[in-house]
């Protein structure tokens, strides 16, 4: 988790809090916004994907309210708890009412699969807080996933 060979900046940014924690308090979060992280990562799959179709051109999703841009990086990078899961290097800037977030492919894999979100201060940290706006702006009017990323 700590900055290395892995991961120049690492996972935990500046946050002291232990992983345990940082990973109870960002599902928390989620968890009182009604939202499963199974949706959350979902959501952040499609913008993902939407993202890439535009071929690191601008692209605006959700009813013109969300706007994304891939950028492309060379090589792959493992997931650091070790569970054998290799992603693509990409960054997929993300922005909306105020919102400006970076997304990696590991980012997603990571609140999907281990709940966690990174720490406070790492450059590629999603709060929870911005994950729940970006939802409700790309969800609004439904009940789930059912409404894709491009409506």
């Given at each position: 988790?700590?900055?290395g ?30 939202i ?22 601008p ?14 990086v ?78």
């Amino acid at each position: 988790m700590e900055p290395g060979r892995l991961s120049r900046d690492g996972f935990l940014g500046n946050d002291s809090r232990t992983l345990q924690d940082i990973i109870a308090a960002d599902l928390a979060t989620l968890q009182a916004a009604g939202i499963e992280r199974e949706n959350a990562a979902n959501l952040l799959d499609e913008l993902h994907e939407a993202a890439d179709e535009a071929l690191e051109t601008p692209k605006t999703v959700c009813n013109g309210q969300v706007a994304l841009l891939a950028t492309e990086v060379r090589g792959r990078i493992s997931c650091p708890f070790g569970c054998g899961t290799r992603v693509h290097k990409a960054n997929i800037r993300i922005q909306a009412r105020g919102l400006d977030l970076l997304l990696t492919p590991l980012s997603t894999h990571m609140i999907r699969r281990h709940g966690f979100f990174q720490g406070r201060g790492s450059p590629f940290r999603i709060e929870p807080d911005d994950l729940v706006t970006l939802y409700r702006i790309c969800r609004s009017g439904t009940s789930g996933t059912e409404k894709n990323a491009e409506r």
